[in-house]
């Protein structure tokens, strides 16, 4: 039953009672009956089958109103485990959780290029096995795989349609993972599953609007409206890394030229360092590098900068004035409640954050505005792992 327990439990609609004891636990059974308006037969019933399947547990005895102290009811956590996968265009970044999303085992594997569809899918099926292996008679316990996948996906097909920095298209990783591992599979945009992540155990818990950007290599956006992931028409809704910022600037991956993250992705950050040292700008970064400027990377120009390099920090500056433009644009079109900035590049911290609050606060377009709530990612490098941990318990907890 605990491998198809996934489905029992959507099959069994008992999400309300779910997420109640989920966002309020402990709680007893008396209170879920009041704030849900179920009946009281109806929750001790479905509390029966939960606790039968393992989901909840019973904890400690709550206070007395005047008659026998109520049993409490709690999620049972380490009952079940979920595996994330954030599947980038660098590397692989594999966990596993318990339900309350604590991480308890954690892998990274580097990609090269290039990959075919095959060899990257073989990759991804290795790094789950790795921790299928790591649990031995617990493997049961696992009851979902998420992946929060690079590019274009369409969700509904779990299809990896365009990975531009892989420069892959159309990767069945749903149908692929689910044949290997029998287990419900759930594929989505990284950056939509870092959204939803930062709302489910972030800096997102407690809006209502939730933009969650995330850059790295590239640049996109996942946007959180309600508790639910917003897509458009063609699972394209985010991609922000190719609003064009600069009509003559240089080309993108895309095709298209001046996109944002040509001018404030981590490849960007490098880039522009390179060319600065190269025309003989003075920098500490000439020596980090060993004399050769291929070595000189986004991380190499934020460790400069701390060491105030001023080369480094003009770079970092002039990479939160870009993310402010575009994060503007963003603003006057979706006017958020909040703004999430993650990624490999959001380490650079208030070097970079400085600059994208100022202009932002210069250019948008009224007061309120200005002072949207801008912050950095709660969750780390771990950020999308554990938003493709929350594909499978958003369908297990969510009301629908």
């Known amino acids: 039953m605990q491998?198809?327990?996934?489905?029992?439990?959507?099959?069994?609609?008992?999400?309300?009672?779910?997420n109640k004891i989920r966002l309020d636990g402990p709680i007893s059974r008396a209170q879920i009956a009041k704030d849900t308006k179920l009946t009281p037969p109806t929750v001790s019933s479905i509390v029966k089958e939960l606790i039968d399947s393992g989901m909840i547990k019973e904890s400690e005895q709550g206070e007395s109103k005047g008659g026998r102290k109520p049993t409490m009811l709690i999620i049972n956590a380490d009952s079940f485990y979920v595996i994330g996968l954030d599947v980038g265009p660098k590397d692989i970044k594999t966990i596993l959780t318990d339900l309350n999303g604590k991480v308890l085992e954690f892998y990274e594997k580097v990609l090269f290029s290039p990959l075919s569809n095959h060899e990257l899918l073989d990759i991804m099926k290795a790094e789950i096995q790795q921790i299928m292996e790591q649990y031995g008679e617990e493997e049961e316990k696992v009851i979902g795989i998420g992946v929060g996948m690079h590019g274009v996906v369409d969700v509904e097909q779990?299809?990896?349609?365009?990975?531009?920095?892989?420069?892959?298209?159309?990767i069945p990783i749903k149908e692929e993972l689910e044949v290997r591992f029998s287990r419900t599979v759930k594929v989505e945009?990284?950056?939509?599953?870092?959204?939803?992540?930062e709302v489910w155990f972030g800096n997102g818990n407690g809006a209502d609007s939730v933009v969650a950007v995330n850059v790295g290599t590239g640049i996109g956006a996942g946007i959180v409206i309600d508790g639910k992931l917003f897509h458009g028409e063609n699972f394209i809704a985010g991609e922000i890394g190719h609003m064009t910022i600069d009509i003559g600037g240089k080309q993108c991956s895309c095709g298209?030229?001046?996109?944002?993250?040509?001018?404030?992705?981590?490849?960007?950050?490098?880039?522009?360092a390179?060319?600065?040292?190269?025309?003989?700008r003075e920098s500490i970064l000439r020596e980090m590098a060993d004399h050769d400027l291929e070595k000189i990377d986004g991380k190499m120009v934020y460790e400069a900068a701390l060491q105030g390099d001023e080369l480094s920090v003009q770079v970092l500056k002039s990479t939160g004035i870009y993310l402010g433009i575009g994060l503007t644009n963003l603003i006057h079109l979706m006017?958020?409640?909040?703004?999430?900035?993650?990624g490999g590049v959001?380490?650079?911290?208030?070097?970079?954050?400085?600059?994208?609050?100022?202009?932002?606060?210069?250019?948008?377009?009224?007061?309120?505005?200005?002072?949207?709530d801008i912050r950095l990612s709660k969750l780390g490098n771990k950020a999308t792992a554990i938003g493709a941990v929350s594909l499978l318990l958003v369908e297990l907890f969510s009301v629908k």
Do not use: W
């Open 189 to 197: 945009n990284d950056a939509k599953a870092l959204a939803l992540g």
């Open 256 to 272: 298209n030229y001046g996109c944002l993250q040509t001018l404030a992705a981590g490849p960007a950050i490098a880039e522009k």
């Open 335 to 342: 006017n958020p409640k909040r703004i999430i900035i993650g």
């Open 158 to 170: 779990g299809i990896s349609l365009y990975a531009p920095n892989l420069n892959l298209r159309n």
């Open 3 to 18: 491998r198809g327990t996934f489905q029992l439990m959507k099959s069994l609609n008992r999400n309300i009672i779910l």
């Open 274 to 280: 390179q060319k600065e040292v190269a025309i003989g």
């Open 346 to 372: 959001s380490n650079a911290g208030d070097l970079l954050m400085d600059s994208l609050k100022e202009t932002v606060q210069k250019k948008a377009l009224t007061e309120a505005a200005k002072h949207t």
